[in-house]
């Protein structure tokens, strides 16, 4: 589909001579991966069995509602597809914002993460105008089966994204403020497998929940 | 996965630099660019097929179809796993499956394929 690049490892020097970690303070297990990374790919696989059984809960319950407040009455299949849409351009900025820190680009990496934050904090707000207009129609947390696990399940989701954008200005600041003292390039990329993760799970949210009709 | 021996995650590599494992490789900008444009271009795809009904039958093996091939063009390109050692993908593919098992099991439990 597209080309692939060889990057220098420039940000991440000559690597270690021994298994323990290198000059920048960055850990390698004995197999001379990075432990972060490999703490970081661990804990994506545990909060796949989490959103596992949000989805699986939400499928098993979704028909469980009063005849005028179910997702066909609901749903604003326009709205969530642009929500969709901005958060699925964010994966692209935070990727962008990847390959910047890893040339070494601060001022990219800083930019690229602050778009990032700026769609995720989008994709936020509209799920808070879409919690309010079910609100408004009707649809509370304690009202049926069906609106306990829709809004358990994107609830979960939103909480993620909000965590997300916590990280990417935090980020921000400290490269700004120059306090990474390890390997500035794979902290963003940590950052980044989180936010794409975010990405993925809205991927099956959105077809699953919003697009299969009940 | 990419079929370089470098990224196997064999015990033949296990010893070399860390560099040479952690996502040295990847796409260029422009690549990651023509990702998004193909993952934007499926939801578009995605949301017309919700609104058409002459998709009959096929329309939620389509919709899956769609929604399995964003999940990975995410996961394997913009996640780096395509490039990256294979340990990384056994520990998020151990997880992803064990789920995908488990709640198929639940929903199964639940008559929830009964129809």
Known sequence: MADVAVHEPTVHGDGPDDAHGDAHGTHYSSTGLSNNKLGMWLFLGSECLLFGGLISTYMLYRGRHSQNLGPDQLWDIPFTSSSSFVLLMSSLTMVLAVSAAKRGDDRNTKLWLSITALLGSLFVAGQVYEFTTFYREGLGYTTSLFSSSFYTLTGFHGVHVSVGIIMLMALVGMITKDRIHGDKAEVVELIGLYWHFVDIVWILIFTLVYLIPA | ?115
């Open chain 2, 1 to 115: 996965m990419t079929g370089d021996p470098a990224h196997d995650g064999t015990a033949a590599d296990t010893h070399a630099s860390p560099a040479s494992h952690d996502s040295s490789h990847g796409l260029t900008d422009m690549g990651y660019v023509q990702v998004a444009v193909a993952l934007a271009i499926i939801t578009g795809l995605e949301v017309w097929a919700s609104y058409t009904d002459w998709l009959g039958p096929a329309f939620l093996p389509i919709l899956l179809v769609l929604m399995i091939v964003k999940f990975f063009s995410v996961v394997l390109f913009f996640m780096h796993l395509r490039f990256d050692s294979k340990i990384f993908s056994a520990l998020f593919y151990a997880g992803l499956f064990l789920a995908v098992g488990v709640y198929i099991v639940a929903l199964f439990t639940f008559h929830f394929f009964d129809g």
